[in-house]
């Protein structure tokens, strides 16, 4: 296949492309710089939702007749999308999920509870989301496993000699974020997975905030799992992916049971499907991956590498800024970070930052950003997150800085 047309990055023309950022809001024009909750969704994703429920909407794999011919075709279709956007050996390992939280809970409750007894352990970094920690603590308690954090620099990074101490063989798995949603940091994965299965464990690693940032190679990484939303990479809700290694797959149980995963049902005994339907009961959210795929084309046809050095121009920016907002402090200093910045001010509540922003029209995250152990290793409550991706301009960033000296200057 050829590779898609790419345009020369130019993010003012990218935002364009995303209806929902041409309105004004609190009477101002939106700057949105909460993109690690959630991205927003270009046309093309809008207009794929809307053209399938249209003109294709039928159940997938069942039916007999046009409509769902077509809603099969363009669902599997879907599939080698993200097949291939993952550099998967086979679309077949690719598997639909509800997104990151529930490809992580399919891992823990079919591996894990195969897989783990009393005395192993799960390693996960201080940096995880609470989709990445509490989905091991629920199979740790039903197993007798144990899960054990990675520490953490105060900058933010893993401490891989303190990981290379906790791998043992007591170690079944290890399973850190690609990038961290509260601080950004960019975690050396393919570095941490290669030590974990010279060890003798299976990795999983949690791509949900990576994969609008950068190209994903599941074979370069090397890892045995790897989780990602499509709401977080211009897609839509209520779909997501697990990719697995094959013989992993192969082996697992079943997570769900119902339509579509099996193969011959009797009460005799039930018989299950091969993979990927193997673990996907139910009707499925046929739209949602149709729509994840329209998002990833788009992506596929914007130069990432110059992306990527567009969000570190606005990270740098961010710092600049602010660098003389009296009592401001950036949490976290990693070697290798996205767009994200996170910071509190002394004397004011992050809270109360994040509403004086937003009745200036500006969308920015306050709080723990569900990562509740990271926040209490830092010994805060919570965090001020600006989270830029591909159609952030300068004139957001500047809006930021002069919204933010505007609500310092309030509290003074
Ligand atoms: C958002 C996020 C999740 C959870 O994703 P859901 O779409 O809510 O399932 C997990 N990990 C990281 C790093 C995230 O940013």
Redesign the pocket.
Known sequence: MNAPQTRPFDAARLREDFPILQQSVNGQPLVYLDN??TTQKPAVVLEALDHYYRYDNANVHRGVHALSDRSTTAFEAARETVSRFLNSPAAHQVIWTR????SINLVAQSWGRQNLRAGDRILVSWLE?H??IVPWQLVAEATGAEVVPIPVSDAGDIDLAAFDALLDARVKLVAV?H???ALGTVNPVAEICRRARDAGALTLV?G??AVAHMPVDVQAIGCDFYAF?G??VFGPTGI?VLWGRESVLEAMPPFLGGGEMIETVSFEGTTFNSLPFRFEAGTPHIAGAIGLAAALDYLGGIDLAAAAQHEKRLLAQMLELTADVPGLRRIGQPAECVGIFSFIIDGVPPADLGMLLDEQGIAVRTGHH?TQPLMSRLGLPGTVRAACTLYNTPDDIERLARGIHRARRLFA
Do not use: L, R, Y
């Not at 997104?99 to 529930?102: A, D, H, V």
């Open positions: 690690a909750a997104g990151t939280t529930e989301h989709s990445n974020n990038v961290s949603n949690d949900a905030q939303s709401h977080k997501g569900c």
